[in-house]
């Protein structure tokens, strides 16, 4: 039988599966709705889509590198005790792996690929993984990065997995600076590298914030021009890692050490897991009571 769009379609807003599963479920079932939905829910993918609503809002950040190429991800969880468990990491193994060979564009293409390039696609590796969790798991967001043989990689995870942290030094393949680097830029966390990459509309407006405040606080207008320069340079040290004292050791500017290598950082990437997520508000109390209750 015919798998129609229409068909999918039903399927997909009685179980709220993904289309590619529910495509599959039809094909398993010749075309019959009950049986596909009683295959999706026997695959767990039924129930996979039942926690679709919740908040998962924790997680970890996982960084891979094989060779010349690496990848930064973050996966996102109900809780952090997830996150502690053997499956989860190794999910996280599997993922990464999974980006680092097929190099997918964005999440949404990752997504339909088949695992590793062969076999079940990711959704529905991520959606059988929930059954056996119990818990929402989704993969946020990556990037995938390329060097040569004579740059290094930085590769930090900080606080099991909190804050994950991938940059490109061009110039050196000394991988320990690099990691330095990036333990640098996950403690501070610089928005950029450079001040030249700073968008000349965000320092106009700077500016003008600090001359209003600089005024505000009675100064003569004539001096408060070098002040608000002054001020400036201020600005520029708390959000480019180039202008920041370095986190192992303040007296050393960043720009400086890495100057010192011979080398030039290309670029980087921080995630911090949850980070503009809406986050679960728990009351540990009353979750304890509703238990003892159900007793």
Known sequence: MVVTAKMVKELREQTGAGMMDCKKALTETNGNMDEAIDFLRE?????????????????????????NTAVLLEINCETDFVTKNDQFKT????????????????????????????????????????????????????????????DAFG?????????????????????????????????????????????????????????TQALNEGKPEKIVEKMVEGRLGKFFEEICLLEQSFVKDPDQKVKKLVADKGATVKGFVR?????????????????????VNKK
């Open 271 to 291: 995630y911090q897991v949850g980070e503009g997520m809406e986050k679960r508000e728990d009351n540990f109390a009353e979750e304890v009571m509703n238990q």
């Open 43 to 67: 695959k767990g993918i039924s129930s996979a889509a039942k926690k679709s609503d919740r908040i998962a809002a924790e997680g970890s950040a996982h960084v891979m590198v094989e060779g």
């Open 91 to 150: 999910i996280l193994q599997e993922i990464a792996k999974h980006l680092l060979s097929q190099k997918p564009a964005n999440v949404e293409e990752a997504l339909q690929q088949p695992l590793n390039g062969e076999g079940e696609v990711l959704e529905q590796f991520i959606h059988a993984n929930i059954a056996k969790i119990g818990e929402k798991l989704s993969l946020r967001r990556f990037s995938i990065f390329e060097k040569t043989d004579a």
């Open 155 to 211: 590769a930090y995870i900080h606080m099991g997995g909190n804050i994950g942290v991938i940059t490109i030094l061009e110039g050196t393949t000394d991988e320990a600076f690099a990691k330095d680097i990036a333990m640098h830029i996950a403690a501070v966390n610089p928005r950029y590298v450079t001040r030249d990459a700073v968008a000349t509309e965000e320092v106009d407006k700077e500016r003008e914030v600090l001359k």
